[in-house]
T-cell receptor, first 118, second 109 residues
């Protein structure tokens, strides 16, 4: 159990286009999901916290108009990279918190989406 | 500020030996720490966690030690295997999980 999926796993796009990445909790409900980005040989950096039915909370330095987050249901959050540029190329990873989970490991990570902007 | 850091970016260990990966943290208010393993091109995988009211916790082939006095966390992997090759991150969680810089574990044949 506790599986988080992302789609697509890999995407290549032209500069100026927008790309949508989906994050789904497959066997549990998640009122809160998190989006991270990871550059090569670097750590995961939290971008934003996504709460079902409300606006996302962005970390300092993350442009909310650039990275649009929608968390329309308890099993789906989407991240849209708008007008993507080469510097947005990165590995984007989502995480979902199980509403039924108690203290401990109730946050589960997806497999990541590799975005390459040409 | 809040941060979690690692002492060594790369650790090479002979297959069969024990591995010790270290981590320092600065946020003394942190009460929950986690170790993750990340293989190339994949998301982080939970290994083991520990609460601040403990100083040691053991899992299968892994042990986490927490020294709150010096704000130090370590992950010990017993009898390291080729499948242990990955980047290991320590992290802490308040309301969200914050990752440290990572250590790449390289297994020598």
């Amino acid at each position: 159990g506790a599986v988080v999926s992302q789609h697509p796993s890999r995407v290549i796009c032209k500069s100026g286009t927008s790309v949508k990445i989906e994050c789904r909790s497959l066997d549990f409900q998640a009122t809160t999901m998190f989006w991270y980005r990871q550059f090569p040989k670097k750590s995961l950096m939290l971008m934003a916290t996504s709460n079902e039915g409300s606006k996302a909370t962005y970390e300092q330095g993350v442009e909310k108009d650039k990275f649009l987050i929608n968390h329309a249901s308890l099993t789906l959050s989407t991240l849209t990279v708008t007008s993507a540029h080469p510097e947005d190329s990165s590995f984007y990873i989502c995480s979902a918190r199980n509403v039924a989970g108690g203290p401990g490991n109730e946050q589960f990570f997806g497999p990541g989406t590799r975005l390459t902007v040409l | 500020g809040e941060s979690v850091g690692l002492h060594l970016p790369t650790l090479s260990v002979q297959e069969g030996d024990n591995s010790i990966i270290n981590c320092a943290y600065s946020n003394s208010a942190s009460d929950y720490f986690i170790w993750y393993k990340q293989e190339s091109g994949k998301g982080p995988q939970f290994i083991i966690d520990i609460r601040s009211n403990m100083d040691k916790r053991q899992g299968q082939r892994v042990t986490v030690l927490l020294n709150k006095t010096v704000k130090h966390l370590s992950l010990q992997i017993a009898a390291t295997q080729p499948g242990d090759s990955a980047v290991y991150f320590c992290a802490y969680r308040d309301d969200k999980i914050i990752f440290g810089k990572g250590t790449r574990l390289h297994i020598l044949p």
